[in-house]
């Protein structure tokens, strides 16, 4: 697969590498085209431009820049009609409370997640939840073993399609996989996340997680 990856920062190049190890083309871009090649030059990626760039390159777009910028990432690549027919993956956190350290999930409209908010933006596009439960550390090792157990990731999608690229990219980590079902579940997952990352801003090591044990 082609995939493009909006954003270039700790969690992008965490998961490109990962990406073209197991056989995908990657392209790094963003708002900062000079930023987005220093990253792809660091993690060997395919190539490099701005956010529209990153889009035209990709059959699969990876949302990876803040979560309060995802929606004028999407304006500044042109717009949602530039995003038809795509798998777009939404790994980032709506999380408010960095201020105090008391961490919630935010929602948009009537309780949707962040990824059910950008389904609504992209409605000619398909959208899936993934990545968002783990720091980028995480994604680094190769592959996710956690206390002798494979990583668990949980995914969630609004079409075939995008459930099958995220079952792919998942196993492209090396990470089993568990798809919870269609992209409400997604609210789940973005709860979760609040957590760890509440977890993580006390001091716990990076690589900390919440997954599934399996007797």
């Known amino acids: 697969m082609k995939i493009g990856f909006v954003g270039y920062g700790s969690m992008s190049k965490a998961l490109a590498p990962r990406f073209r190890t197991a056989g995908h083309s990657v392209f790094l871009g963003g708002h900062n085209p000079d930023k987005a090649k220093a990253a792809a030059e660091e993690v060997n ?32 690549a042109g717009g949602p009609s530039t995003f038809a027919g795509r798998v777009v993956v939404d790994i980032n956190n709506p999380v408010a409370g ?35 439960c783990c720091q980028a550390k995480v994604w680094e090792m190769d592959p996710p073993i956690i206390n002798g157990q494979r990583l668990v990731t949980f995914t969630a999608a609004n079409g075939d399609k995008a459930r099958q690229v995220a079952a792919d990219l998942v196993k492209a980590v090396g990470s089993d996989h568990i798809d919870l079902g269609d992209l409400t579940k997604s609210r789940n997952l973005e709860a979760i996340a609040s957590v760890e990352i509440q977890l993580l801003f006390s001091g716990m090591d990076p690589r900390s997680v919440i997954t599934l044990v399996r007797p």
Not at 53 to 74: Q, R, Y
């Open 98 to 132: 960095w201020s105090t350290g008391d961490f919630a999930n935010k929602t948009y409209d009537d309780g949707k997640s962040l990824a059910e908010a950008i389904a609504d933006k992209l409605p000619e596009a398909e959208v899936c939840k993934a990545f968002n």
């Open 45 to 76: 990626a395919d190539g490099h431009g701005d956010t529209a760039a990153a889009v035209a390159f990709g059959e699969v777009v990876v949302l990876g820049t803040p979560h309060d910028k995802v929606f004028d990432a999407i304006d500044d």
